[in-house]
Structures are given as structure tokens and as C-alpha cells.
């Protein structure tokens, strides 16, 4: 059948076989990535995270011994792992420790409560939970050992849960230790090791066209989406992105955003860097005060960023003493850039801005080095791969005229083609022939590069951050105030757009603090809570009797205007 046990839709044979032709795909596997520059150059630094550096032949070593300890505790090819983690070398270490063993990470964020987490296990099956050790690192302050008790009473498949070792008051000796020593299995309410008695099975080297990972999709139904990505067109997006950017075994990038989100793991991100030899340092978030000191003290030459977040730097360079001198490309993406914005960025920081248009299903738009400025300034790019087949199609679906806007539609060597586990999503994502539907809306200038002009997917791009709408409505209609809600983004100078509640109460006057904590204790994450809340005697509709949100957002919208 199309779709292959592991969950993932294939590719047809025809396309297969002109993308192993063309070179994009290869029999590679993600496990394989480190191994090369691990046996030809073991002691380059591959990893920087809170002042300790881990070795190419480290990091490869460590990854092999975890899989053979992960494999004795029974985690086999093919289970599903929920990875929870923030910007820190465990995250990269047990990633590549699975990627060995054909285990498939889930990469859920650090933002993820109880209903996200939840619905991943379940989505997925998955036999296993790695969440952060309290006094990590990283640690945020919130209780994921809690949080993991909790999703493990209501998943009961959930067999391990994962904990990085913890090193408050032994941060010495945990540093010291062997990376694969760097987890813990919380067992009862216990710490206990992982097995290490006995020989670990060898495990088989997976299937170049199995999947690799799992990726969570902004999504546009109310329920979340799961993007399978395999080893060949993951190890395909990196390699590509990587050449694209110049990065080679002198670069060294600087993980902000969190790294278990694509545009950060692998556009090129953290695999993509180590794919080229390079030094990628993690950031525990993306800040400029400390963002700075690192680039600074790790001569950090390449990094990746939100709109929001760039801002927050650009205000930063004003007053700071870091000398950023050895940034040479920053990328920005995730939700559109304004034009100011993008031209502080070289007098600013003193670096090349790099636009990047991108989407966990795969497609990636990139501008070129080459590119003149003003395409750097105003479009989101073009297309990665030679590969990469792109429509622009009105709302029946015929192509439009060259240069109108449309409906963004692809499908290529690197894009998905179908979720996990979803048909009935599937049935309507993808066209008959194969294209994912994009829900942007864009515009392609007569040098190929485009323009993102709006969506017709009902999602709120806070900042970077996607809010699927009809999943949030579904939980305040469980509010017993709430008798009518519709979702709506709404212009703001910080985000880009935030969400707005239009609410007709049943009774009384729910407000915005109580419906916040009414979502926050049915464990939604943060980004997705209402910003604000405005009560309504009814939601208009449209002919077709569906709300009309643009009516709703207008009145908002026209009292901060985007900046364009
Ligand atoms: C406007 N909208 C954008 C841009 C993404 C690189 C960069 C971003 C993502 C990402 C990613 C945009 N201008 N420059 O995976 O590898 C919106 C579009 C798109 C959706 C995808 C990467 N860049 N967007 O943001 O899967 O609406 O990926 O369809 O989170 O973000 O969201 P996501």
C-alpha cells in the first residue's frame, strides 16, 4: 500500500527514483551523519552547551554506548520516544542515540504541557518519555517530573521516562561524567541507572527510507498533526541547507530557538552544522543577554531567529559591549519580517540577513548570498532544491497568473507526503498527485522568489509560535460560560499577530484571566492561551453559515496597523 508500516506515506516509485538519481536522496542514515567526521577528526568540538564541549569522537562514542543501554532496557527499532527537552547536549545525545537504533523521536517542545504530551502519546504509541531533571542545566523553573507522573497515569503504553541527570550540587561530577551517563530512568518516583550489565544487542543500521523522526506540525484541524520525516529526506534537507548557507568544519552556530523545532534542528540548525564538521553551541533560550555573551566568548558565526526575537537583539545592539564581530549570517523566519526590521539587521549586528520561509512538512525557501539587496529585504526566498515543485492555485484550485497571489501548493524530495497516522487529514492536505497544501498564501516575483501574503489556514502565527484555532475553541467551549467562541489573530507590533477570543456567553462575564487558567489547567501550552478576551451577543457569519473571522479581526486589525 502507499502508506508504509512505519506511519509514513511513500514516495511514488517514479519520484524515488528521480530523486536517488538526482543525487538528493542517498543510502544514509541521520545515526551515520557524526560518524564521519567523528573518525577523521575525533577531538573538533561538536557541541558547547553551559561552558562544556563535547568532542566529535565523544559525542559519537556516547551516542553508541546510550543506544546499546536504551536497547537493553527494551527499547527496540520502530518505537516511538516523546523527547521534551531545551537546548542542551542530552537533547543531541539521545537524539543521535535513537536515530542508531531506528527509534523514532517524537520532538515534542519545552512549551508542552499535559494535553500536548498527551495527545503525542497517544498519537504516536509511544513506549517512552525524556523529559529534564530538575537543576538541569536548562532548568525553567517548571516541574516536568510531575508533568511526566501525570501523562504516564493516562498513557499507560508509556513505559520509561527519561530524566537528564540531574546536576544541582553536583554540577562537578556530573560534568565529569561520561555523556552517556547523562540519564536517568525515573522508576516509581525513583531515580534508578539504566541498565548496563550484559551485551546490548547490535543494532541494525536502519533503513535509509524508514523514518527518522517525528515532527509536530502547526496544524490547521483541531487536532494536532504528526510530520514523518525519513533518513534519506531528512539527511537530504540538511546536507542542502548546510551548502546553501557556506557552513563548513569552521562554523559554528549558535542554537536559540529551541533545537527540537525544524527551522533549529535542521534547516541546517544543529544537524545540519554537525553534518559539515561545524561547532554548534546550545542556548538554553534565545535572549539576547546571553545569546550575546556566546557569541562572543564561542566566536559563534551563524544563528537562527524569530521576528520577535530579532527585535529584542536588534534593541539589545544598541547598548551592548559583546563584540558579535564573527557573526557573519543570521536567518530569520517563522512568521513574515518587516521591511524596517530587516534593514537594521547589517547595521545593527553587522551581519548578513538571511529570510527563510520554511514548514516542518518540508518545503524551505531561502534567500541566496548572491542575492541582491533589496530581494533580501522584501521576499522570503526561493525554493531549496532543484527538486522542489511548487502551484500557486486560486480557491477551485486552477494555477493563477504569474505573479498573483494564490494558494501556496509543493510536493519534492524533502516534503511530506501525507501526516502520520492521519488519512482522513491527508484526504484534504494534499492534492490527488501529491501536493501538500500549504494554507499560505503567497506570490512568486519574476525571479522565482516569494512573497508570503497571508493563509487561508485557520492558524495564529504568534510570532513563530503556531495557535491552531479550532483546538483552542474546542476547549473554551468546554467552559461552562462559554456558548459560542471563535479564535482570531489580531495585529501587534511585538508578535506580528496575537489571539483574541470572541466570545457569546452562556452567562455571566467569562474574562480573560479566568479563561486563561481554565485552559492552562486542561494543559494547554502557554502561546496557546487567549491574549484577550472580547464578549459578543453573537459571531457573524458568512453566507456559507461558517464564522467570519476576517469581520471579527477587522475592527481590531485597523487600530495597529502591520508593519509592511
Ligand atoms: C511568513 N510566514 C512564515 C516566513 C514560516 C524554517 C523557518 C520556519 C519554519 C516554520 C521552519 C515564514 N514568513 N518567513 O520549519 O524550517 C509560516 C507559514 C508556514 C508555517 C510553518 C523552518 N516562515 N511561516 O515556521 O512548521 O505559515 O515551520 O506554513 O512551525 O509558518 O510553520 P512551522
Not at 141 to 168: C, I, K, M, Q, W
Not at 175 to 198: I, K, N, Q, V
Not at 380 to 405: F, I, K, N
Not at 493 to 519: D, K, M, N, Y
Amino acid at each position: 500500500g502507499l502508506r508504509h508500516p512505519d506511519g509514513h506515506v511513500r514516495y511514488p516509485d517514479d519520484l524515488v527514483e528521480r530523486y536517488c538519481e538526482a543525487g538528493f536522496w542517498r543510502p544514509e542514515t541521520l545515526g551515520d551523519l557524526l560518524r564521519t567526521h567523528a573518525r577523521r577528526r575525533p577531538a573538533r568540538p561538536a557541541l558547547v552547551a553551559d561552558g562544556r564541549v563535547t568532542d566529535y569522537g565523544e559525542l559519537d562514542a556516547a551516542a553508541d554506548r546510550l543506544a546499546g543501554r536504551l536497547a537493553l532496557l527494551g527499547i527496540a527499532a520502530g518505537d516511538r520516544v516523546v523527547v521534551q527537552l531545551p537546548n542542551c547536549t542530552e537533547f543531541v545525545l539521545v537524539l543521535f542515540a535513537f536515530f542508531r537504533m531506528g527509534a523514532v523521536p517524537v520532538l515534542a517542545l519545552p512549551t508542552h504541557r499535559k494535553n500536548e504530551i498527551d495527545q503525542l502519546c497517544r498519537m504516536t504509541g509511544a513506549v517512552g518519555y525524556t523529559i529534564p531533571g530538575r537543576g538541569h542545566e536548562a532548568d525553567s523553573g517548571f516541574d516536568y517530573t510531575a508533568l511526566a507522573e501525570a501523562v504516564r497515569t493516562d498513557n499507560p503504553g508509556l513505559r520509561h521516562v527519561l530524566l537528564t541527570r540531574t546536576s544541582a550540587g553536583t554540577s562537578g561530577a556530573a560534568a565529569e561524567s561520561a555523556p552517556d551517563e547523562a540519564f536517568t530512568l525515573l522508576d516509581g518516583g525513583r531515580h534508578r541507572a539504566l541498565p548496563s550489565g550484559g551485551t546490548p544487542p547490535a543494532p541494525a543500521r536502519p533503513d535509509p527510507a524508514a523514518v527518522a523522526l517525528l515532527l509536530l506540525s502547526g496544524g490547521t484541524t483541531g487536532a494536532a498533526k504528526l510530520i514523518p520525516r525519513t533518513h534519506r529526506d531528512y539527511a537530504y534537507n540538511l546536507r542542502a541547507s548546510a551548502r546553501l548557507c557556506g557552513l563548513d568544519d569552521r562554523s559554528v552556530y549558535l542554537a536559540a530557538l529551541p533545537a527540537a523545532h525544524n527551522f533549529a534542528l535542521g534547516c541546517p540548525g544543529v544537524l545540519g552544522t554537525l553534518s559539515a564538521g561545524g561547532t554548534v553551541v546550545l542556548a538554553p533560550d534565545a535572549g539576547p543577554d546571553r545569546a550575546f555573551a556566546l557569541i562572543e566568548r564561542e566566536r559563534v558565526t551563524v544563528s537562527a531567529l524569530t521576528p520577535p526575537l530579532l527585535a529584542l537583539w536588534l534593541a539589545e545592539a544598541e547598548w551592548t559591549g559583546a563584540d558579535l564581530s564573527s557573526l557573519a549570517l543570521l536567518q530569520v523566519g517563522g512568521a513574515r519580517l518587516g521591511r524596517a526590521a530587516a534593514e537594521r539587521v547589517r547595521p545593527g549586528l553587522g551581519c548578513r540577513l538571511q529570510q527563510v520561509f520554511g514548514m516542518a512538512e518540508g518545503l524551505l525557501c531561502f534567500t541566496r548570498p548572491e542575492d541582491p539587496d533589496e530581494t533580501v529585504l522584501s521576499t522570503q526566498g526561493r525554493p531549496l532544491s532543484a527538486g522542489d515543485e511548487l502551484r500557486v492555485v486560486d480557491a477551485a484550485g486552477r494555477e493563477v497568473r504569474p505573479g498573483e497571489v494564490g494558494q501556496l501548493l509543493t510536493r519534492g524530495p524533502y516534503t511530506v507526503r501525507g501526516y502520520y497516522r492521519a488519512p482522513e487529514t491527508d484526504a484534504t492536505a494534499f492534492t490527488a498527485d501529491g501536493y501538500y497544501r500549504t494554507g499560505d498564501l503567497v506570490r512568486i516575483t519574476p525571479t522565482g522568489h516569494l512573497v508570503v501574503e497571508g493563509r487561508v489556514k485557520d492558524v495564529i502565527n504568534r510570532g513563530g509560535e503556531k495557535v491552531p484555532a479550532a483546538e483552542v475553541e474546542d476547549h473554551l467551549l468546554a467552559h461552562p460560560l462559554v456558548a459560542q467562541v471563535a479564535l482570531v489573530g489580531v495585529p501587534d507590533a511585538q508578535l506580528g499577530e496575537r489571539s483574541c477570543a470572541f466570545v457569546v456567553p452562556r452567562a455571566g462575564t467569562p474574562g480573560r484571566a479566568e479563561l486563561a487558567a481554565f485552559l492552562r489547567a486542561r494543559g494547554l501550552a502557554a502561546h496557546k492561551l487567549p491574549d484577550r478576551v472580547e464578549l459578543v451577543a453573537a459571531l457573524p457569519r458568512t453566507g456559507a453559515g461558517k464564522v467570519d473571522k476576517r469581520a471579527l479581526a477587522a475592527p481590531l486589525a485597523a487600530a495597529e496597523p502591520a508593519d509592511r
